[in-house]
C-alpha cells in the first residue's frame, strides 16, 4: 500500500502528534497534537509546569556545565578544548530540545524559545558538507566514523537529531533543524543499506528517528533505511526479550513503528512475542523493566532482584513508547494499561517531586544508605537518592521529553470516535479525520479516586463513539450518559463505547471502583515470594522509613486476613503530604530484638514480634525526605479473624 505522505496529502505540522501515525496505513487510532489538550489543576499539570519552569532550565545548565555544548564548538573551532563526557553525550542536547519543543506546544515560553534557538545556532555549523553530525567522530576521529558500531553510538545519536528535529518541526514549523536532520538523514541513507555498508547500530533509537523523520518529510528512503537496519539485526525473528534494555525497548519502538508502515505480520508476530516475553516474565510491578545492573539489561525469566535492581529510567520510557506504538495498531487496552502503569510508577520515580533531581536506576527496596558499594556508586547512577545529574545523563532529560508531550499521549481519535486513553483535569479540543470539531473536558480527582466527569460537544449533527477506556485494574465500573445509567457493563481491561450524536452537548459520568489492593507475584520470581505489594488504581506503594519510624521497612510483615485479605488496608488521602497523595496503612509486625546470626534452625516458636501499623506513599514519591530505607514488597502473615 503506497502510504498517503507519497500522495501529497501532508498533515500540516500544527495537527501532527507525537508520533505521527496520522496516514500511516496500519494502524487504527490516529494521534492528535500536544496542542489539542489543555491541561487544568490536577495530577499532571503542576509535574509538566515543573519540566517547564525548573527541569529544562537547570537541565541546560548541566549540560553547558559537562560540556555537551562545548562539544559541539571545538568542531568547528570555536573553542580550543578535549571532547567531554560519553561519546553519546550530544544526544542529551537533542533530547533536551525534544522535550523544549514540546513543551512549546503546551504553554509559550519565549525564554525557552531562545534556548532552543541558542542550541540550534550552536550544533548547525558543526555538520559537515557530506551532512555527517557526531561531536565524538568529527575532528581527530574523523577517520574512525562507522567503524565501531556495535559500540559506540553514532545512529543513536543521529536517531535523537531526528526526533528533535521533527518535534522542533512539529512545535514551531521552523525547518532549521529538520533541514539539518534531513541532510544528515541522506547521508545515512546513502551510506547503509543492501549492497552499501551492511551493518546495524548497536544501540537502537535511529529506526524511530528515521520513521518519525520519513512521516515528516514523505522521504521513503528514510522508512526503508530504517527496515534494514531492523532486518539486519533479525527482528522478524527475534522471541524473548532480551539484551540492554533501553536498546532493546527502542528497538522494537522503532519495528512497531515499522510494522505500522508496512503491514508485515511477521514483524507484530515477533512483537507479539517479545511483549509477552517483558510482561509475563521480565516486568516490575512497577511496570519497571531491565532487572540486571551487568549489562543494564533484561535478564534471565523472572530474574527481578529487588535490592539490586537496575529498572534504568529510560528502560520505563522505553516501554512506553512502544506501548504507546502497539496500542496505536488496533486499540488494544492492554497496551494503554502498561503506558499508564510506567508513568504513575517507574517514570514518575525518576524525577524529584522539586523537578531538579533524578533516579537512573530505579531500586523496589533499599537500605536507604546514600553511599553505596562501590559497584552502585559507579558514577552515583545506583546510589539509592536521586541526583542533580549524571556523567552519563540519558535519564534527565527523557524524563522531560515524556512529560512535556504528555498531553499528547491522553487521547487519539479515528473515524469512529475518540479514544480515551488517559484521565485528569483537562480540555481537548480537536477534529475526528473528516474534520468534524469536537470539545471534550474531564473533571477529575484521578488517580485519587475513580470518578470522571465528561463533557462531549461537537460542532457537527453527526453520531460518533466515545471510547472510554476502562483499566484492567479496575474490577467494577460504571458509566452513566446524561444521568442514564448505561445498560452494560464495561469489561476491565477494554474501551467502552458510547455511541451517539454529540451535537448538543452532552455529560458523561465514569465511576470506577478503586479499592487498595495487595499484588502478589509469580513464586519463580524469587525474591518476592511469601510477599505482597500494594497497590490503589495505577499507584503502586512502598513502605518508606521515614512514614514508618522506628520500624525496619526491611523487616516489617503485613498482617493479612486470610478471609478478606484487603481488610486491614485503608487508605486516606493526604493534601499537604508529598504535593497530594493517598497514603495506606496497615496492620503488621516487626521483629522485636535482633536476629543476631545470619541463618539459625526454624523454630515453631519463631523470633517475637510486636504489632505495627505500616504506612505505606506511593512509589513515586519516595525519597523526597531525605535518603532512608524503602520496601515495594513485603513479606506477609496470613491471619485469623
Ligand atoms: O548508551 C546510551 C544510554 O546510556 C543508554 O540508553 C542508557 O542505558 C545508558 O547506558
Ligand atoms: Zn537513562
Redesign the pocket.
Known amino acids: 500500500m503506497s502510504p498517503k505522505h507519497l500522495e501529497g496529502q501532508r498533515i500540516s505540522w500544527q495537527d501532527t502528534g507525537v508520533v505521527s501515525t496520522m496516514n500511516s496505513p496500519f494502524c487504527k487510532l490516529k494521534p492528535i497534537p500536544v496542542r489539542a489538550v489543555r491541561m487544568n489543576p490536577g495530577f499532571w499539570k503542576p509535574r509538566i509546569d515543573t519540566i517547564a519552569i525548573v527541569t529544562l532550565k537547570k537541565q541546560m545548565q548541566e549540560m553547558r556545565k559537562s560540556g555537551v555544548l562545548d562539544n559541539f564548538m571545538r568542531v568547528y573551532g570555536k573553542l580550543d578544548a578535549e571532547f567531554q563526557g560519553?561519546y553519546?553525550a550530544e544526544?542529551d542536547l537533542y533530547k533536551w530540545i525534544e522535550a523544549a519543543s514540546w513543551i512549546l506546544q503546551v504553554e509559550e515560553l519565549p525564554e525557552i524559545e531562545k534556548m532552543i534557538k541558542e542550541a540550534i545556532d550552536i550544533i548547525q555549523p558543526a555538520q559537515g558538507d557530506d551532512g555527517y553530525l557526531n561531536t565524538y567522530f568529527q575532528k581527530e576521529r574523523a577517520k574512525k566514523r562507522w567503524t565501531d558500531l556495535d559500540r559506540t553510538?553514532e545512529l543513536?545519536c543521529a536517531g535523537h537529531l531526528f526526533q528533535a528535529a521533527v518535534a522542533h518541526h512539529r512545535s514551531t514549523g521552523s525547518d532549521r533543524l529538520l533541514n539539518i536532520a534531513r541532510k544528515y538523514a541522506d547521508y545515512i541513507c546513502d551510506m547503509f543499506g543492501s549492497g552499501k555498508k551492511e551493518a546495524h547500530p548497536g544501540?537502537p533509537?535511529v529506526e524511530m528517528g528515521l520513521i518519525e523523520l520519513y512521516r515528516e518529510t514523505g522521504v521513503r528512503r528514510y522508512l526503508d533505511t530504517a527496515g534494514f537496519f531492523i532486518d539486519h539485526v533479525g527482528g522478524k525473528e527475534m522471541r524473548e526479550i532480551l539484551g540492554?534494555?533501553?536498546?532493546a525497548l527502542?528497538f522494537c519502538s522503532g519495528m512497531t513503528d515499522y510494522y505500522i508502515e508496512t503491514g508485515n505480520q511477521a514483524y507484530l508476530d515477533a512483537l507479539e512475542s517479545l511483549w509477552k516475553s517483558m510482561t509475563e516474565q521480565k516486568m516490575y510491578v512497577t511496570g519497571a523493566v531491565?532487572g540486571r545492573a551487568y549489562s543494564?539489561s533484561f535478564g534471565r525469566e523472572f530474574e527481578l532482584p529487588n535490592e539490586n535492581s537496575y529498572a534504568?529510567t529510560?528502560?520505563a520510557i522505553?516501554s512506553a513508547f512502544w506501548n504507546w506504538r502497539m496500542l496505536a495498531i488496533n486499540g488494544e487496552a492492554r497496551f494503554a494499561d502498561l503506558v499508564e502503569l510506567t508513568l504513575y510508577n517507574s517514570i514518575l520515580s525518576g524525577i524529584s517531586l522539586d523537578g531538579e533531581k533524578y533516579f537512573?536506576v530505579n531500586p523496589h527496596i533499599s537500605n536507604g544508605r546514600a553511599t553505596g558499594d562501590p559497584w552502585y556508586a559507579h558514577e552515583r547512577r545506583g546510589v539509592p537518592t536521586r541526583q542533580g545529574w549524571f556523567k552519563?545523563a540519558?535519564?534527565p532529560p527523557n524524563i522531560a521529553r515524556m512529560f512535556a508531550s504528555l498531553p499528547g499521549y491522553f487521547y487519539s481519535t479515528n473515524d469512529e470516535g475518540i479514544w480515551v486513553h488517559l484521565y485528569d483535569n483537562n480540555v481537548f479540543q480537536w477534529h475526528l479525520p473528516d474534520g468534524t470539531r469536537f470539545s471534550l473536558s474531564q473533571k477529575t480527582n484521578y488517580p485519587r479516586d475513580g470518578r470522571v466527569e465528561i463533557e462531549v460537544s461537537s460542532q457537527a449533527e453527526k453520531e460518533f463513539s466515545i471510547y472510554l477506556r476502562i483499566p484492567g485494574w479496575c474490577q467494577k465500573a460504571f458509566v452513566t450518559v446524561e444521568g442514564k445509567p448505561m445498560p452494560d457493563t464495561p469489561q476491565s481491561g477494554s474501551y467502552y463505547e458510547i455511541k451517539r450524536s454529540w451535537k448538543k452537548k452532552k455529560s458523561i459520568l465514569l465511576e470506577m471502583t478503586m479499592p487498595s489492593v495487595l499484588m502478589i507475584s509469580n513464586p519463580m520470581a524469587a525474591e518476592n515470594r511469601s510477599s505482597a505489594a500494594v497497590k490503589r488504581g495505577p499507584i503502586v506503594y512502598c513502605f518508606e522509613g521515614v512514614d514508618n519510624p522506628g520500624i525496619s521497612a526491611r523487616q516489617a510483615k503485613l498482617k493479612v486476613d486470610c478471609k478478606d485479605p484487603t481488610r486491614n488496608l485503608k487508605a486516606k488521602f493526604y493534601p499537604d503530604l508529598l504535593k497530594g497523595v493517598t497514603a495506606i496503612t496497615s496492620e503488621g509486625m516487626v521483629p522485636v530484638g535482633n536476629w543476631g546470626l545470619l541463618y539459625r534452625p526454624f523454630e515453631t516458636e519463631p523470633i517475637k514480634t510486636k504489632p505495627v501499623i505500616l504506612r505505606a506513599i506511593p512509589y513515586y514519591a519516595w525519597d523526597n525526605r531525605g535518603c532512608s530505607e524503602m520496601s515495594v514488597w513485603l513479606p506477609y502473615k496470613l491471619t485469623k479473624r
Open positions: 560519553f553519546f544526544s553510538h543513536y544501540h533509537e540492554h534494555a533501553v536498546r527502542y531491565g543494564e534504568e529510560c528502560a522505553a537512573y552519563c540519558c535519564c
